[in-house]
């Protein structure tokens, strides 16, 4: 992110930070070419980037780097109600999957919801700090600290990505330990993503652990009801009951149901 806001502002000292540098580097943002050749970055990107720097900028304030934190600008991010994601085309990624390994990993944003942040760190053997599987628990913990809350957090394990950890070979302290197809080094988070996305692309689907985790919601959703909001909201561990809300604010089937007996 630094390096993006340098690009962009070319700064000769901290100090030249103020809303007006802010304004502009959102608009460079906005003008910047994407990867994929658009022109203007995604404004949930944009927000993103924002995040990072107000971060950054608190930090220095609490060094007296700076004497105070500018104003950021408000970037409205569009509201998009959670969608299902077809059994047909998680199938289609999963015949993608290169082994195992990859196949057990997918099944985790698919059965259990994870973050890739989660399921790339997980460990075979308790741990303090770092997700868990727990066979005799029948689920994957997530310490308090890892997820910097007050308590431990957990996912019941689905028998159906229990059965694929299970079969897994016990090589390593981590679940997941991916290697990268150029050598023997370790595949990187980052590493980890775009490898998904080239098995997303080769399958002819949009998907991601993202989107993976966002389907598990939907269907835990239709599944449970609106009157089970509170489970969801455990089972998905979203930072605000508003969020968890937001995958029962589709009125699309309510709708369609109301037209069809409509008289």
Known sequence: ?????????????????????????????????SC????GLAPQT????????KTALGWAVEQKLLPALPMF???????????????EAFEKLLEKAPNSLWRAYLLCGWWAGLRLAEAFPLRWERSEDLP????????????????????A??????????????????TDSRVFPFRSRRGSGSLTENGVSNRELDLAKRAGVKLSMHRLRKG????????????????????????????????????????????????
């Open 153 to 170: 957090q957990w996912v019941p394990l689905h028998p159906v990505l229990r059965e694929a950890l299970d079969e897994l070979p016990r």
């Open 216 to 263: 598990f919601g939907y269907r835990v959703t239709n599944q449970l009801g609106k009157g089970n909001a509170p489970v969801l909201h455990e089972r998905m561990r979203h930072s605000s009951m508003q969020i968890t809300m937001d995958y029962h604010a589709s009125v699309d089937d309510v709708l369609q149901e109301a037209i069809s007996e409509l008289t």
């Open 73 to 87: 600008p408000t970037v409205k991010v569009p509201k998009e109600k959670p969608q299902p994601i077809p059994a």
């Open 1 to 33: 992110m630094l390096d993006v806001f340098e690009q962009i502002i070319h700064p000769s000292k901290l100090r030249v930070v103020t809303e007006r540098t802010i304004s502009q580097f959102v608009n460079g943002r906005r003008e910047r070419k």
């Open 36 to 39: 994929r050749g658009r022109i």
């Open 132 to 151: 868990w599987v727990d066979f005799k628990g029948n689920r994957i913990v997530l310490p308090a600290v890892f997820a910097k809350s007050s308590e």
């Open 46 to 53: 944009i927000k993103n980037y924002l995040i990072a720097l």
